[in-house]
């Protein structure tokens, strides 16, 4: 804990920078290959079809989601990936510093590794964690397990992230658990449908001990539109997101950012993945 109006911090932006040298450093190694349309939500696992490092840049979404609605208020994240076919190294920044009560916040960053686990082709398992910075300068620990399988001519992929705050000038709950599912019809032309949704401290529907704002869940359809070549790719999916009342909320989160019953929540992100330098 910290006095009010003080927060220590990681020094992530540090790691950010070495991150984003490596990249600089990798990106000569090889051809970009076309990207799979990914999820917005949820986090894509390590690619196994990748012979050589890949590099690949994405304006992110992911759990972040529920944290940056409020009815008012948007913020892309700017995300740059290491990937090979076992493991993907990944750095997420905001580009923005949104104010709470007049006060400005720090941005929000985050450093992970992701490590493939089982993948046959049809079915994959991976797992990874890693740090992160919110708006707050609330310090969390995260741990991230991704699965998906081929259903119903399409792709079925899922989520579940761990969160535990290490320090924070409010309190909160000992761990939350952030849910992401969604699927994506298989298509052959540059345009796929799809659902998708997210949960956050999901247990706040039924749990008025809940300290971190309450609960809330969106689920909505989704559209996804890539180039013909596969360099780049854009995610859109909208739904009501539905809170619960929260018993509490957290001294550095807005009430007005936590309105009880249901808004619409409308996000986007996007991907690019650079061609090599030779």
């Known amino acids: 804990m910290f006095p009010p109006g003080q927060t220590r911090r990681w020094p992530l932006p540090f790691l950010r920078a070495t991150l984003l040298m490596v990249l600089g450093l990798t990106g000569r190694v090889g051809p970009a290959l076309a990207q799979e349309p990914q999820f917005l939500f949820t986090v894509a696992p390590p690619e196994v079809n990748v012979l050589r490092p890949t590099v690949r840049a994405s304006a992110a979404v992911e759990e972040r989601a529920l944290q940056l609605w409020s009815g008012a208020d948007s913020d892309f994240g700017i995300a740059s990936a290491l990937s090979t076919p076992r493991w993907t190294v990944r750095s997420v920044t905001s580009l923005r510093s949104p104010s709470v009560s007049s006060q400005p916040r720090p941005t929000f960053q985050q450093v992970e590794i992701i490590r493939g686990a089982f993948s046959d082709g049809s079915r994959s398992l991976a797992f990874g964690g890693g740090i992160r910075q919110e708006w707050s300068g609330t310090q969390v620990l995260i741990g991230r397990v991704l699965a998906g399988s081929d259903f119903l001519n399409g792709r079925l992929q899922g989520s579940l992230v761990m969160e535990r705050a290490s320090s924070s000038p409010s309190k909160h709950d000992a761990a939350d ?17 799809g659902l998708e949704s997210i949960g956050q401290d999901l247990e706040g529907f039924w749990d008025p001990a809940e300290r971190d704002g309450g609960a809330k869940l969106l689920i909505g359809p989704s559209l996804h539109i890539q180039s013909h070549d596969g360099v780049w790719l854009a995610n859109l999916t909208a739904g009501p997101v539905i809170r619960s009342k929260p018993a509490t909320v957290p001294s550095d989160v807005s009430s007005a950012a936590n309105p009880v019953g249901r808004s619409l929540g409308v996000f986007v992100s996007g991907s690019w993945t650079p061609s090599s330098r030779r």
């Open 177 to 193: 658990l952030v849910t992401t599912a969604g699927w994506l019809r298989s298509s052959t032309g540059p345009i796929s449908v």
